[in-house]
């Protein structure tokens, strides 16, 4: 009983901060002034070039993995490894669209595939995504095409071993962005980056799981 009665009071609570007026004192002698919201919004942090290539680079990893998965549809049919595949895309599909809006909020050049259509109401430069670099951890082409290529048991091997190396890959995108002073300082970027490295190592040892289920 005491939480029903708790939740709505915080509710109340925090509705009334988010609508009560912002005062500037005035100078002496001098009336105060009511500031609307959008005076006193937040300028983001001007990222380093370090946040800003970790941001780029982190979108062509994921771009990798989500292709990877596309992959399983006809050519497995473990249906955990299909679930577990089915979360990968959602979660960075998710996040592949949170990092091209946080490059475009600070004016830097997006990486873009070209069948991206649907994020066309981006403002800011574009960059194309397959003349960037590989990042760590990602599938050469012919690792690609051997995955491409395989199916059943063949291609669950494949896939996990893969997807572990490509996970490894973005924890080190992590730790280097972090280790590189100046970087990581942004908030959102801060917390999507420990995020990355939380969810993606958990993922790992649930592959790892997988792999010795297997043998």
């Keep these: 009983m005491a ?26 002698g001098a009336a105060s002034k009511v500031l609307s919201p959008s005076a006193v919004r937040v300028t983001p942090r001007e990222p380093t070039d370090a946040d800003v290539q970790f941001m780029q680079g ?18 497995t049919h473990n249906k955990a490894l299909l679930k577990f ?20 909020d600070r004016g830097k050049a997006v990486p873009m595939q070209h069948d991206m259509s649907h994020m066309d109401h981006m403002n800011g430069p574009m960059m194309d995504m397959a003349s960037m670099p590989m990042m760590p951890g990602m599938l050469t082409p012919a690792q690609m095409k051997a995955l491409a290529a395989a199916k059943g048991a ?7 071993t893969g997807m572990i190396q490509h996970h490894g890959g973005a924890l080190t995108m992590v730790q280097d962005l972090f280790n590189t002073p ?9 917390d999507f980056a420990t ?3 939380n969810t993606q190592a958990a993922e790992i040892r649930i592959m790892q799981g997988m792999l010795k289920e297997k043998k």
């Design 154 to 160: 063949k291609f669950d091997y494949l896939f996990l």
């Design 3 to 28: 939480l029903r009665i708790a939740l709505p009071l915080c509710a109340s609570i925090l509705a009334s901060a988010q609508t009560a007026p912002i005062v500037q004192p005035g100078a002496p």
């Design 182 to 190: 100046s970087a990581g300082q942004d908030a959102q970027l801060f």
């Design 195 to 197: 995020d990355v490295d």
């Design 58 to 75: 982190m979108i062509h990893h994921h771009a990798q993995a989500v292709e990877m998965v596309a992959l399983m549809k006809a050519r």
């Design 85 to 104: 595949g089915a979360r990968i895309t959602i979660s960075q599909t998710d996040e592949m669209q949170f990092m091209r809006q946080w490059l475009a």
